[in-house]
């Protein structure tokens, strides 16, 4: 190892996913504006330097950001940033994918976005590069059990009973970005969303955990550079308002244990992690504290906000305790006081 040759340096401008964005961004900010300029920089990378094409392949490369309006050249010579341009750059997105992100959600705003739950909205956010092997049987009964307001939006876009009936029979390996793979992501994300185990969704999706856990911290970062994006192209609006408490609800599925500490008044992320750490893990643990415990427990924490902790605490475990008695009042007919007397004298 020694004395072997040393491993070859290659430049990442070498991937055109890379490269496009590189130009986008030295147009977008301005720093070179001709032809001229992009080529001494571009000579002076270690792209350039490997490269005795690059003069060719920039040209290539700024033809395909022109035509795809990301970027617009006057009269002069002079490169500037399209509005559009301007959106995927401030994303930041990749631009030999944003055409292609643009038109679906151009489609799905168009259609109506189902907002009976957060399933369309995940699925608009799934990013267009994951593959996974699809289990047709369990695509299926995903498939069948949304509602059929998405059920036939879906189908509008291209998704439809007999679309998936073809797949189911055949089998077929998907190539990444077509939408039953991306549908088939959704399914696993929404499950998620709805606060199961990254250990359980993973066992009935066959997939491992800790590509689960990379599927879904991707899709909440393509959640946050769409967020961004549609701030800046106004027909976006709708997402504008949308994607926020998506993305931040995202974030909180990859920390699945605070979810329920999350519910409580005046928690944040950060409150909540030292309250997991401290070992209050439950709402019944903070429930059954004292507020000294809290006080001597947690640090930059006050009297007043560790009652009114404690007491959201016991308010959300009444309210969970209440639910079981309803269910237990419809299944074996007990009675309702005789559950609550001891555990309200409890709180």
């Known amino acids: 190892m020694i004395k072997g040759p040393l491993p070859r340096c290659n430049s990442s401008l070498n991937e055109p996913a890379v490269f496009s964005s590189f130009l986008l961004d030295l147009i977008s900010l301005k720093v070179a504006q001709r032809l001229e300029e992009l080529e001494v920089l571009v000579q002076q990378t270690l792209f350039g330097i490997q490269n005795s094409g690059s003069e060719k392949l920039l040209r290539e490369m700024l033809e395909y950001l022109i035509n795809h309006d990301l970027v617009s050249v006057d009269g002069n010579g002079n490169y500037s940033a399209s509005l559009f341009g301007m959106a ?13 992100m643009c038109t679906l959600l151009s489609n799905n705003i168009k259609e109506g976005i189902v907002l009976s739950s957060h399933f369309h909205l995940l699925f608009m956010m799934v990013p267009f590069d994951i593959s996974v092997d699809i289990d047709w049987n ?83 970062s393509q959640a946050s550079s769409i967020t961004r994006f549609s701030e800046k192209l106004p027909s976006f609006w709708s997402l504008k308002n949308l994607l926020p408490d998506l993305v931040q609800h995202l974030r909180d599925c990859s920390q699945q244990e605070l979810i329920p500490l999350l519910a409580l008044d005046g928690v944040k992320r950060g409150r909540a992690r030292q309250l997991y750490n ?27 906000q560790a009652n009114a902790i404690i007491r959201s605490a016991k308010v959300l475990l009444r309210d969970q305790l209440a639910e079981k008695v309803e269910e237990l009042q419809e299944q074996i007919g007990i009675k309702e ?11």
């Open 138 to 220: 369990i695509f299926y009964e995903e498939y069948k059990a949304l509602p059929r307001s998405e059920q036939a939006l879906l189908a509008r876009l291209g998704v439809n009973d007999k679309q998936l009936v073809r797949c189911f029979i055949d089998q077929p390996k998907l190539n990444e970005g077509e939408s039953p793979l991306r549908l088939y992501i959704s399914f696993m994300l929404h499950r998620l969303w709805k606060q199961e185990t990254f250990f359980d969704v993973a066992e009935r999706f066959h997939v491992s955990r800790g590509w689960l856990q990379n599927v879904l911290q991707a899709t909440c």
């Open 278 to 304: 401290a070992g209050f893990k439950t709402i019944g643990s903070i429930a059954s504290t004292d507020p000294l415990v809290l006080l001597s427990t947690i640090d930059h924490l006050n009297r007043r």
């Open 337 to 347: 006081m005789d559950i609550l007397a001891n555990f309200f004298s409890y709180c």
């Open 88 to 100: 995927v750059f401030s994303a930041p997105l990749s631009p030999l994918v944003a055409r292609q």
